[in-house]
């Protein structure tokens, strides 16, 4: 209780010492003066809503303010992007959580208010790669397994993923390419139901991430991971699509990060810039985002503009002569 | 008996604070309209950061179970239910009021709730790792034939007759497509931006029953009248209690329904109380006096949507696959304390998670003694007039409705649902229907869409659908039930017809 009681004493007792700051030139006390709010597009309890809540713990330390999530469901996160996009107040005050490549791609193949133009990178926190799973007791053991099935039985193999045009959508196509087979992709309505449908059975193999991968690898075989290295930290023995023969690069990886509408004034976007890569470095967030198997990438807002540009490019490749449907 | 180690526990410092606040503040925010128990656990989400796990668990566990039940309160009183799981509450819980019992249906519905509750968590002690197994196997397939199951019930819910029942189903569902295709990411009828984000259960729910009420007090202090103002009746806890407990169909018919149907992911505590109603009211031997003040259609209702909350947490607990979307909530609480569900968390988080589920056995029996005193403080709230009920109520809708996703979108369209359904409601209109659609809706579109993207992978739609033990289960009690309410409504047409009585159905 008294440790509760303190963190509502704190900012009252900030306030002389933010006037003291104040008064030799930090603009730090001017701004933020409320709660900001970081808007997510996925249902709370999801792998983006609770990294979100987890990386956001120390803005009060950082930024004297509070961070309150808002989430803002709907189609892989096109309902809540696309009101961000048009509606948030272009003072720093109002950000949202972005995961590319989901954004960049719905981007290009729908009709969204948003693009990678219109949005501004604040930071990067987190890089989550998709891996293959099947359920403990499935008949495959192998990625290899899963490819020659595949390959005797065309269309047949189903493969679940958190949406349409989502990363597992983009490692399920990429597999197909360079292992010339035809899977069938389940679009279900997060992480979780994808997750479900592994284990339950309802389809035969997911992409998912490799965070919720990790904290149920007691029930599933992992049989790859999409991206261009293994995973030292949390998934040491399981190979790489790239190094079993199967050309799959990093573009399926779900980058998590924060950004801004544009039109937010350059200094303030700098200053949240530097206070969120300070969050994410911060030691409590480092541990409970290591407690859950969540990858940690911090990046700044040149690093992000970087990425972001990248999978732009990337993406309007792989998409190349695909329909929406 | 690890229960019984970690007992002690549960009465230690913080905890029992914890569990006593959190019984009490949740009955509140429950009984408020506009406040739903998602809502509430999400809330509440901040607070346990700064507190140990064991205590942040109880807080969320406490306030999901007291809001489900808190949420009777204003569906007897004010005939709005506080939460989706209220609604079937509502049928005859507020007729009971209105024929001057209003006490007594407050008082069957905690103790019915304290027993399904508790029935809920005994059922997530002792059978979690079979009943999780069962939980899985329900596919796109299962799931889209409980959806219909739901469908079939809508026809007898309230409105003067089946055929003005069903039209306003369809309307439920039809606008419940309105957004973007959940799978494929499309935009449907989206004829302006305020309409992009879909119409949401919450803002649908809080609009079709407390706009209609807060017009119609305006109406009636306008015009004047006092209205049917009902007075509370006094009545001895005793005599409820030992009525209530001799209820033993309802009682068990709606624990039992509300247990299973929490299992079942992704259709939720939504349409417990609904289905136990439902099927309460077919096997009864007087179903014409449903919705004109049975309790029995309270009791089974409200035992059935507390006894979904224990076993919605049975396939979180041991698979992190949530039951219900407030359980989803739960789970994001639970990941952000570091512990994360699966048979290890019994074992690594033994102190933790049995602590939490003697919490949430005692927050049963407390929410029910809280809940009874509540009850008889109630006729406070009734006696306050129209005009600043009106007023209160109209605040809370208009909160609550912006506090769940900052949406003024969503207060649009809550209050454009709500003005139209207060004129439909002359026409013997009801809204539980549309509400119904706007939940079943989307869980049927999502798993046909996904069962038919599955089936040409296997052998196709037909044996897709069709076959399998679950499925064939689920396609009877659908047959059953439309056949069964085809018989009871010309029985009940007959009977009536033979009677000669007059004066019609009043309405509900």
Known sequence: MIKRLSKYLMPLMAVPVAFALGALGTVKADWPDRPLTMMIPYTAGGASDFQARIVTIPSEDELGQPVAIINRPGAGGQVGWNQFAAGARKDGSELAGYNVPHFIAQSIMHTTQYNKDNLEPVANWGADPAVLIVSRDSQFDTLEDLVEYAKANPGRVTVSGAGQFVGHHIATLQLERAAGIELRYVPTSGGVDAMRFVQGGQSMAGFNNLSDAYRARDRLKILAIADLERDEEFLPDVPTLKERGFDVDDTSVNFRGVMAPQGVPADRLEMLSEAFVNMFNDDRVKRRMSAGGSPLRVMNREETRALWDRQQQTLEQLFEGMEAN | ?508
């Not at chain 2, 606008?175 to 259960?201: A, K, Y």
């Not at chain 2, 007075?231 to 309802?250: A, P």
């Not at chain 2, 947490?313 to 569900?341: D, E, H, K, N, Y």
Request: aromatic fraction near 10%; hydrophobic fraction near 50%; charge should be neutral.
């Open chain 2, 1 to 508: 008996m690890e229960l019984l180690t970690y007992l002690p526990q549960v009465f230690s410092g913080v905890n029992i604070l914890i569990l006593v606040l959190g019984t009490i503040i949740g009955l509140l925010l429950g009984s408020m309209p506009g406040v739903s128990p998602t809502m509430a656990v999400a809330l509440l989400i901040p607070f346990t950061f700064h507190m140990d796990s064991t205590a942040g668990l109880i807080l969320l566990g406490v306030i999901y179970a007291s809001t489900v039940a808190g949420g009777a309160v204003s569906a007897i009183l004010i005939n709005i239910p506080g939460a989706p799981a209220n609604i079937a509450t509502i049928l005859d819980g507020h007729p009971m009021a209105r024929n001057g019992r209003a006490t007594e249906a407050l008082h069957y519905c905690f103790i019915s709730s304290g027993i399904g509750g508790i029935l809920g968590v005994l059922v997530l002690i002792f059978f979690t790792p079979p009943l999780a197994e069962l939980a899985l196997r329900f596919g796109p397939s299962e799931l889209f034939w409980v959806a219909i199951l739901g469908v079939t019930v809508i026809g007898s819910l309230g409105s003067t007759s089946v055929l003005k029942g069903l039209i306003a189903g369809a309307f439920g569902i039809w606008i419940s497509l309105i957004g973007f295709n959940p799978i494929l990411g499309t935009e449907r009828f989206v004829f302006s931006g305020h309409l992009q984000g879909g119409i949401s259960i919450v803002p649908a729910l809080i609009g079709l029953f407390a706009i209609p009420q807060v017009l119609y007090m305006v109406e009636s202090a306008w015009r004047g009248q006092t209205g049917e103002q009902f007075q509370m009746e006094g009545r001895s806890i005793w005599q409820s209690v030992r009525y209530n407990l001799r209820r033993v169909r309802s009682l068990s018919l709606g624990s039992v329904v509300g247990a299973v149907v929490g299992l079942i992911p992704g259709a939720g505590g939504q349409i417990a109380g609904l289905l136990a109603y439902d099927q309460d009211k077919k096997f009864s031997g007087h179903p014409e006096k449903y919705g004109k003040g049975e309790p029995d259609g309270v009791i089974a209702s409200e035992s059935a949507n507390n006894a979904m909350v224990g076993s919605s947490l049975v396939p979180m607990f041991s698979l992190g696959i949530p039951g219900s979307p407030t359980a989803a909530v739960l789970l994001g609480g639970l990941l952000i304390q570091g512990l994360f569900p699966g048979p290890d968390l019994f074992t690594q988080h033994a102190s933790v998670v049995w602590t939490f589920l003697g919490a949430l056995l005692c927050a049963q029996i407390l929410l029910m003694v809280f809940g009874l005193y509540i009850s008889s403080l109630s006729r406070f709230v009734i006696g306050i007039p129209k005009e600043y009920m009106a007023g209160a109520v109209a605040v809370l809708a208009i909160f609550g409705t912006y506090s769940v996703q900052h949406s003024f979108s969503d207060v649009l369209v809550m209050l454009v649902l709500g003005t139209g359904m207060y004129f439909f409601m002359r026409y013997g209109f009801s809204p539980g229907p549309v509400v119904l659609g706007i939940i079943l809706g989307p869980i049927a579109e999502e798993n046909l869409l996904q069962g038919l993207i599955i089936a040409p992978a296997l052998d196709g739609p037909m044996p897709y659908f069709f076959t399998g033990t679950i499925n064939l289960i689920l396609i009877g009690l659908c047959v059953m039930s439309i056949g069964y309410s085809i018989y009871s409504e010309l029985k009940i047409r007959s009977r009536r017809r033979a009677g000669e009585r007059a004066g019609g159905a009043p309405e509900a």
